[in-house]
């Protein structure tokens, strides 16, 4: 079974730009999950998806969105970038989210983004 | 609320050496408890799991057991090779809000 993908694996932008990030689940997984990892900060959750609805967030500024379409692949969106944007962003799946008994997020490989 | 604490790093040992990265938890009721790997430039691989007290999680030789008296869930490792050089982390379901919350991470090198 193939693993969790995300595209692009690296990124360069410039403040003020915005960067669309991709992500596609485990088959067969209906929840989505985004977390940021910097050096300073560790893994900080974002968001949550599971059947095209965020049931949690984050606490980051309204600058970072996401959906989820109804094959459950999620997209993720940042606007108006600051340099403190510059992250590895890590996209996980699990069956249904509630990552109880076997259900257990998978990792990607991450999209690392700079901001220059 | 909920919470890993794990030791900080980075931790250096020669090949052959026994490991022990210490992790601790708070949280309400007992999550499943995990311990996630990442290798440099990849993202986060599972490594094991316990999802209720004195269940032992075992991979790759690696061990933890989910201790409720003392909230611990510590790493460890009998004989430890160059290719575990890697940071670790130790992380708890908030299964209510649907997302892992993580410690901040050890790093370990191992050298030859």
């Known amino acids: 079974k193939a693993g969790v993908t995300q595209t692009p694996r690296y990124l360069i932008k410039t403040r003020g730009q915005q960067v669309t990030l991709s992500c596609s689940p485990i088959?067969?997984?209906?929840?989505v999950s985004w977390y940021q990892q910097t050096p300073g900060q560790g893994l900080q959750f974002l968001f949550e998806?599971?059947?095209?609805?965020?049931?949690n967030k984050g606490n980051f500024p309204g600058r970072f969105s996401g959906r989820q379409f109804s094959n459950s692949r999620s997209e993720m969106n940042v606007s108006t970038l600051e340099l403190g944007d510059s992250a590895l962003y890590l996209c996980?799946?699990?069956?249904?989210?509630?990552?109880?008994?076997?259900?257990?997020?998978?990792f990607g490989p991450g999209t690392r983004l700079t901001v220059l | 609320g909920n919470s890993v604490t794990q030791m900080e790093g980075p931790v250096t040992l020669s090949e052959e050496a026994f490991l022990t990265i210490n992790c601790t938890y708070t949280?309400?009721?007992?999550?499943?408890l995990f311990w996630y790997v990442q290798y440099p430039g990849e993202g986060l691989q599972l490594l094991l799991k316990?999802?209720?007290?004195?269940d032992k999680g075992s991979n790759k030789g690696f061990e933890a057991t989910y201790r409720k008296e003392t909230t611990s869930f510590h790493l460890e490792k009998g004989s430890v090779q160059v290719s575990d050089s890697a940071v670790y982390f130790c992380?708890?379901?908030?299964?209510?809000?649907?997302?892992?919350?993580f410690g901040a991470g050890t790093r370990l090198f191992v050298k030859a």
């Open positions: 088959s067969g997984h209906r929840s």
């Open positions: 998806y599971f059947s095209e609805t965020q049931r």
């Open positions: 316990a999802t209720k007290a004195d």
């Open positions: 996980a799946s699990s069956l249904e989210g509630g990552l109880d008994g076997t259900d257990t997020q998978y």
């Open positions: 949280a309400t009721g007992y999550p499943s």
């Open positions: 992380a708890l379901a908030d299964t209510g809000g649907f997302k892992t919350i």
